[in-house]
């Protein structure tokens, strides 16, 4: 290569009259470092001796800028935090990343060294602009020289850059000496004096722990079972150490209000990453179509289901991602039957047991609460749970049921629905031999239809004494796991997902036995030819009285279904599965 031809091609009068600098690292020393996918295995290397010999805490002062177009760079984010994840350091030092539309020489004024693995034009452009340079030899910078790069290696670079760094005070004239040295005499540069202006960079966000960049897709701010599930998942990643951004995709126009998480969540949604992982909480029909798969990092699903078959749409729609994760070991074994090929794993849920903690008991001192939470709808059974209740307490005084519900939405007209539906339920079930209905004889039943706030929500556990849903399927049950992180033990159906964590020791689990799915014609992914279960009302009653007769062991078994939650499901142990699990599956390699 004639490099004192490519010397001479550099317009000097870029320089002469003089380029503006741009405030791009804020006073820190930095490496200029051009990305070239020809050379990436060098930069590969390059950026793992970056982060090793500058992962001292001490070293704070400095920083690498590495300049690309937008296209690459999700390659550089991936190159970048797949470093992170193969080291264990203390520290990591900056990484910027700079749009190639920036003018190079204005780029060039303001770094203290640009590393090239080819001695190009832009090179030479650094000498111009009086900018150190590290660059392979040629034969001006032959080895040996301050300005080659003798070797690619792991140790060699990491020596080159310490030497750069200690020796930052550098003169610019000796660089333009050596510039101007190997050009005609007519077309020699002189540094000038600029002022410098500020520009916008993009630094990139690390996950802590060598964890991954994700993004969540989900209806976050939804006041649905899926929207509870995904903000407290995203609060719980992003808490855990991974790098998290919300997408939010919304299906209700309601908001709840969610307290003092919201500002939490706001700052994840929309903020900018280069994903390793796209998690999407919906149902498996939803992004496909509306989206196009990413070929750049993992695509996940993580959904819910009820009933012992995936409805015969979806199925197809799984083949989509590279990897499908699921909150109970029913759910993974469905899915296997449905498709033996996909790639499958049970991560469970994340509940947050701190907010359970710490709220304050305002309940009623002279009856026992018995309450319940969810969408009436059949298969939560709700008819199924008032009948068992009135039964057993049939003109009992001191015992209340609390049950927070709604239809499709908590509107007056949807709530003034509600009330009729339970008293149709309850002309239709006299108590008394002769018929005649007797409103004495019905225990007390209250209905909460508002949508209430996430403090709210978590002062009806609180405010509780037993938890009861007869339902008939769960594709994790969020409301139960919940009521025992606040020490309600449940008396709930042991189907589904429930299997994981109701045990006699902890709740008072109700045997079912398997019946075909009916009354869901308005969700049109339910049919008859699927089964769900049918709880045994009888055992259900019986643990109602128990519950009521025995308060010392209600508070027993809440201690120990408290303690399931934070063995299980709590922040860190989520946490650490989810990492188990991507460390398997996202890809290891760059572009593979």
Sequence with gaps: ????????????????????????????????????????????????????????????????????????????????????????????????????????ESVLKSVGVYVSFDTTLDVCRAMACGTWILTKPNSIFTVGTPYSMDRCDEKYFRAKLRVLHNHKNYNPDNILADFNRNRTVENQVVISETEPVVSDWEEIEYASNGLYNIEIIAPILDPSGYGSAARTLALALDEYGYNVSIKNMSFDPQRPDLGGRFPKIKKLIDKKIYPDVKLFIVTPNIPVGSMEKDTKCLNVLYFFWETDQLPDEWIPYLDHYDLILTPCKYHEKMIRKANGKLKVATVGQVVDIERHCVRTKQKDLDKFVFYSIFQWTERKNPAGLLRAYWSEFKGCRDVVLVLKTYLANTSPEQADMIKKFVADIKHQFPLSVNRLRKEEDFPEVRLVTEMLSSDAMVDMHVNGDCFVLLHRGEGFGLPIVEAMASGRPPIATTYFACEDYLTKDNSYPVEYWMTPVYNMAHIPWYCGIQNWAEPNMEQAKKHMRNAYENRGEVAIKGLRARKTVEDQYSSRVFGDRMTEVLNKHVKKEIDE
């Design 1 to 104: 290569m004639d490099v004192k031809r490519l010397i001479n091609e550099v317009d000097v009068n870029r320089f002469n009259r003089g380029v503006k600098t741009i405030d791009i690292t804020k006073g820190l020393f930095s490496f200029l470092l051009q990305y070239d996918k020809k050379y990436e295995s060098d930069f590969n290397m390059l950026v793992r001796a970056y982060f090793i010999e500058f992962s001292d805490s001490k070293i704070d002062d400095i920083c690498a800028v590495i300049r690309c177009s937008d296209k690459d760079k999700p390659y550089i984010s991936n190159i970048v935090n797949l470093n992170r994840r193969r080291l264990s350091l203390p520290k990591y030092p900056k990484i910027l990343v700079l749009d190639n539309k920036l003018p190079l």
